[in-house]
Structure formats: structure tokens, C-alpha cells
């Protein structure tokens, strides 16, 4: 089947850097990525549609100029969280499409952003 | 606005007790409905969905126009059923609109 896959899996960063999170389709192409986001115990929330090629497409209320997303090749859309603060920590998803139509999402397996 | 609905955040029923999950939505159009599973320490994955009308796992899910709803169930649950569960809509062609989840923990 399809896998995404994201690293790293568990970043910590000082108040003030930026991270850069990546998300790969390992065995497919992935013209289009979508990166969510999820707080403790909460769901799913999408944040932007990353598109390859083009400029990513941002959800009401998410910073572009915050989190910026860039969508270079057909396997790899990267997320990157500028300027981080701890607010920002958080567990960052990335997902592909399947098969046009049907739904299907692949997910990577998460991203978790601890800001000290 | 297109929303989700997951009611229960917890879910706890015993070995062989029947389970059902709910799930109600908001849409105006046609919508397609889905149930993604997360198991511990394991990615989100796609359980079924409900143009299939499939049955993955024991787990069938119908869609009630009338109700809203796309409430999930299994007639006998099993402990490698504990995980968690969303429910997901369609968004246009490939946007997905998650519920808030539901926990769901199959006491032995």
C-alpha cells in the first residue's frame, strides 16, 4: 500500500528558531499534501493543502508567513514552523491522497514539536 | 458548515458486548463519509468507508440521510479493537473534515 513518511518524528527547539518538518510519499507521486494539526486529545485540525508546484493553499486562521509550506517534488512537501514559540508545540500530521475520488488519505506518522 | 460530530470523547464496553460509535454530520449535498482507526503508536488508517458499504474488522457503518448520522458498530467487540476512532466527510475531492474522535476501550 501507500506509505507517507515524515521526520523527524520528534523535534525540541529553542523559543525563536524554526523547524523544518518533511513528509515523503515513499512509493507513489503525491501532487497534493495536507498537513493537520493535533493538540492533546483533540482532533485532527487541517491546516494547509500543499500543492506541488504551486503555492500551498492555507485554512482560515493559519499564518502562512508562520508556517510555511513548500511542495518541491512530486514525493516531498516540507513544513516548516518559523519562528516557533510554545504555543506552537504541537503534533504535526502530513497525508496523501490515494487513488483520485475515493477519499482515502495515507497518513505519516506524525511530527511532534516541543517548543522550550 | 460542513461539520463532524463525534458525541462520546470516551467509549468502554467489555469483551463480546456490542459497540457502537456515533458519528452525526453537516452537509449540504451528498456527502461521503468515512472512519479512520488509530491504534497505539501507529499512524491513522483508513477502516471503511461508506460507498463501499463494506465490513472491515466485523465493523459496519450506514449512512442515515435522515438522521445525519454514519454511526459506527460491531456486534462483538474484540481487545484489538481499542483505539481511536474518527469519523471523517469528503470535502470537495479530497479534503477530509474530521469528528473530535472517540475512544474506544474494550475492557477483558
Known amino acids: 500500500g501507500a506509505v507517507v513518511s515524515q521526520h523527524p518524528s520528534w523535534v525540541i527547539c529553542k523559543s525563536g528558531t524554526s523547524v523544518k518538518i518533511e513528509c515523503r510519499s515513499l512509493d507513489f507521486q503525491a501532487t497534493t499534501m495536507f498537513w493537520y494539526r493535533q493538540f492533546p486529545k483533540q482532533s485532527l485540525m487541517l491546516m494547509a493543502t500543499?500543492?506541488?508546484?504551486?503555492?500551498?493553499?492555507?485554512e482560515q486562521g493559519v499564518e502562512k508567513d508562520k508556517f510555511l509550506i513548500n511542495h518541491a517534488s512530486l514525493t516531498l512537501s516540507t513544513l516548516t514552523v518559523t519562528s516557533a514559540h510554545p504555543e506552537d508545540s504541537s503534533f504535526y500530521i502530513c497525508?496523501?491522497?490515494?487513488?483520485?475520488?475515493?477519499?482515502?488519505?495515507?497518513f505519516g506518522e506524525g511530527s511532534r514539536l516541543t517548543v522550550l | 458548515a460542513q461539520r463532524v460530530t463525534q458525541p462520546e470523547k470516551l467509549l468502554s464496553v467489555f469483551k463480546g458486548a456490542p459497540v457502537e460509535l456515533k458519528c452525526n454530520y453537516s452537509y449540504s449535498g451528498s456527502p461521503e463519509l468515512f472512519w479512520y482507526v488509530q491504534y497505539s503508536r501507529q499512524r491513522l488508517q483508513l477502516l471503511l468507508r461508506h460507498i463501499s458499504r463494506e465490513s472491515i474488522k466485523g465493523f459496519t457503518a450506514d449512512l442515515n440521510k435522515g438522521e445525519t448520522s454514519f454511526h459506527l458498530k460491531k456486534p462483538f467487540a474484540q481487545e484489538e479493537d481499542s483505539a481511536m476512532y474518527y469519523c471523517a466527510l469528503l470535502q470537495g475531492a479530497q479534503k477530509l473534515v474530521f469528528g473530535q474522535g472517540t475512544r474506544l476501550t474494550i475492557n477483558p
Open positions: 500543499s500543492n506541488e508546484g504551486s503555492k500551498a493553499t492555507y
Open positions: 497525508s496523501a491522497p490515494g487513488l483520485v475520488d475515493t477519499g482515502e488519505l495515507f
